[in-house]
C-alpha cells in the first residue's frame, strides 16, 4: 500500500529484485516526496480487494493459486499469462482500486512497482504459496 514501506526501510526493501538494506537518507527523501497519505487497509478493505482480485484473476483466465491481502501489501501466486508482467500487475492493482472507490475511497492506493519471482519448477511454486498462504489474516 502507498507509502508504508518505503525504498531506504530499515527492514530492508527489494529494488530491481535484489534485497537492500536500510538506507535513512533514502527513506527520509521518499517520505519528503510522498504525494499523499500513508494507506493501510482494514479488515473490509482486504476483503473488497481480495475479491476485486479474484474477480479479474477469472476476467483474465488466470489460475491463481494463492492471494492474500495484508494492511499495507499483497501476494499473489498465480500462473502464467501471455501478456507482460506490468500489464498483469496493473490489472490486479487498478482492480482493487476501483473496488475500493466503490465503497469510497480517495486517493492514491498502491506505491509504484512491483516485486516479482518466477517459479520454474513445481518445488520452487509449492514453497511460494506455502509462504502466501502463511501471510493470511
Not at 34 to 46: D, H
Not at 93 to 110: D, H, I, P, S
Not at 111 to 119: A, E, K, N, Q
Request: aromatic share 10%; charged share 25%.
Amino acid at each position: 500500500m502507498y507509502g508504508t514501506w518505503l525504498q531506504g526501510n530499515e527492514k530492508g526493501f527489494v529494488k530491481d529484485g535484489v534485497v537492500r538494506g536500510d538506507n535513512p537518507a533514502l527513506r527520509r527523501s521518499n517520505e519528503r516526496n510522498m504525494g499523499g497519505p500513508i494507506v493501510r487497509l482494514g479488515k473490509k478493505e482486504k476483503g473488497i480487494v481480495r475479491k476485486a482480485m479474484i474477480t479479474v484473476s477469472k476476467e483474465l483466465e488466470q489460475v491463481v493459486y494463492a492471494v492474500t491481502v495484508q494492511s499495507n501489501h499483497v501476494h499473489v501466486v498465480c500462473g502464467h499469462l501471455e501478456k507482460p508482467i506490468g500489464n498483469v500487475v496493473s490489472y490486479y492493482k487498478n482492480a482493487g482500486r476501483m473496488a475500493l472507490k466503490q465503497f469510497g475511497f480517495e486517493g492514491k492506493l498502491w506505491s509504484r512497482g512491483y516485486d516479482v519471482r518466477y517459479c520454474y519448477a513445481a518445488a520452487s511454486l509449492e514453497v511460494r504459496i506455502a509462504y502466501v498462504e502463511g501471510h493470511g489474516d
